[in-house]
């Protein structure tokens, strides 16, 4: 299989985790090129349910080498806590990890200006955040005076003094802006970096040389998607997004590897839609349907636990997505969820006074505005959850596939019909690559 990117055509959550888990045997390497720890990642196998938030939700097969790439945005901390999770249960990543010496470093002054600048912005105008410090980091990487590289910890003999440096002067932009300091601790801030270093030194390396060799040297590589299309910050619903590059354009970005030589583009979407934070969702569905979706869906953050906002799947928002990433297959999950709906819809267009527009508008307001045109199919009543093979689906349920596919402009290769790595059905040439999931060693 030639190296292979799973990414989100949503606003995230999409289940992008239990794709990667699904595919992962059959690739050298893992790798996560943008986002940081306001990534969930699920992955479910058997009874054991697994979170992963800044490591590949791959790191979990020993078979593939773990990357987290120049352009993710690292909690040591969080990552520190997350291998010790892992360590707990029996999984030990050691010298599988690997994190690029370019990725820059969240550290807690972020984490707080992300809580201060969300609690100053009036309503309307907070984004919701996952308060992980996200944003600010990625503005540090950009502002580059302030900012803090994995590089550093290695090489940098005075980064304790700029890490005073930095402090201070974040706490008299704190102080100027927001009247507070956040309890900014330069000491705590100073011990975290003392940690990651002494905990992360021997993981750090350069990834980008890693990744060329392995592409010269024919190996397969995986690039896992965090957040989603929508939440890009170029091409998302802006100012409502992320900060990073969250398709497969990303990958030149925050891998250091050219998007060229990936060949295959699985985006991962959900058979209706969800969306957490706020910001325009055309399809919304603020009604006891949106309810009922979020209920049979557990549409709860797997980050911060907020409810999801639930919708219709929304075609004109996917094939947006879907052109930007140059989407070859789509993975769509949780089919099962929309089992005993008597009749689920799909947004073909948007009406926006009385003009129909099939683009996404680039202003929220215009967005806001969108009435949705739904297309009504019928429904089935049949659980879904044991099925694996997609003829075996009742016919209403492979309609809604074949309309899914045909709006989009794309084949779903996969179909998910419950949380599990084994509630999958796969199609087309993804089923050489995922062989036999009842037979896969669990994790
Ligand atoms: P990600 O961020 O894209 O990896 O997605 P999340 O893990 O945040 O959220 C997806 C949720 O849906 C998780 O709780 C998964 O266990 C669950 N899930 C994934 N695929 C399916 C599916 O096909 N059916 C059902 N019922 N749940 C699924
Ligand atoms: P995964 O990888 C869902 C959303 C937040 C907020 C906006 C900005 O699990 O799909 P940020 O903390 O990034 O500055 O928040 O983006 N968001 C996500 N929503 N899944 C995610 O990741 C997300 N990552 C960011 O809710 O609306
Ligand atoms: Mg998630």
């Known amino acids: 299989m030639g190296h292979t990117c799973v990414f989100g055509l949503g606003w995230g959550d999409e289940g992008k985790g239990k794709v ?8 050298d390497y893992v790798v996560r090129f943008n986002g940081g720890a306001n990534a969930g990642h699920t992955v479910c196998v058997g009874e054991e349910r697994f979170a992963l938030h800044l490591l590949p939700a791959g790191i979990l ?3 593939a080498t773990a990357v987290i790439g120049p352009g993710v945005v690292v909690d040591p901390i969080k990552l520190i806590e997350e291998l010790d999770g892992l360590i707990e249960r029996g999984i030990d990543p050691g010298s599988r990890l690997k994190i690029s010496e370019r990725a820059h470093l969240v ?3 972020h984490k707080i200006e992300d809580q201060l600048s969300e609690q100053a912005a009036s309503s309307g ?7 992980r410090g996200i944003g600010p980091c990625y503005a540090d990487k950009m502002r580059r005076s302030s900012a803090v590289r994995f590089v550093d910890l290695v090489h940098d003999a005075s980064l304790l003094d700029r890490i005073e440096q930095i402090v201070e002067q974040k706490r008299k932009m704190f102080i100027a802006l927001y009247g507070e300091d956040g309890e ?28 060329h060799r392995a592409v010269e040297d024919g190996q397969s590589i995986l690039f896992e998607g965090a957040n989603g299309v929508l939440l890009d910050i170029d091409h998302g619903t802006y100012p409502f997004v992320t900060s990073s590059s969250t398709g497969p354009h990303g990958i030149g970005v925050g891998a250091g590897v050219s998007p ?51 919708g219709w799947f929304d075609a004109v928002a996917c094939r947006y997505a879907a052109k930007l990433a140059g989407l070859t297959d ?9 089992s005993g709906f008597e009749e689920v819809g799909v947004c073909t267009g948007y009406r926006i006074g009385d003009r129909t527009i099939h683009t996404m508008p680039a202003d929220i307001s215009s967005c806001e505005q969108v009435e949705p045109i739904i297309e009504f199919l019928p429904g ?37 019909v419950g949380p599990k790595r084994s509630q999958t059905i796969v199609r087309g040439d993804l089923k050489n690559v995922v062989g036999d999931i009842s037979m896969s060693a669990p994790a």
């Open 107 to 109: 550290l807690s002054y």
């Open 260 to 310: 060229h030589v990936v060949t295959t583009r699985i985006g991962a979407a959900k058979a209706y839609s969800t969306r957490v934070g706020a910001g325009p969702f055309m399809s919304e569905l603020n009604d006891a349907t949106g309810d009922r979706i979020r209920i049979a869906g557990h549409e709860f953050g797997t980050t911060t636990g907020r409810p999801r906002r639930c």
């Open 125 to 131: 105008k907070k984004i919701g955040t996952t308060a």
């Open 61 to 63: 097969h020993e078979s």
């Open 380 to 416: 089935w009543s049949e659980d879904l959850q044991e099925i694996r093979a997609f003829d075996d689906l009742p016919q209403n349920a492979r309609d809604y596939v074949a309309r899914v596919e045909s709006l989009v402009g794309s084949p779903v290769s996969l179909i998910g």
């Open 330 to 338: 789509i993975a769509l999950l949780h089919l099962d969820t929309l």
């Open 184 to 211: 900014l601790d330069v000491e705590a801030v100073v011990a975290d970096v003392v940690r990651a270093k002494n905990r992360l030194v021997s993981n750090i390396c350069d990834t980008t040389s890693l990744l």
């Open 20 to 27: 990667v888990d699904l595919l992962c045997p059959a690739f």
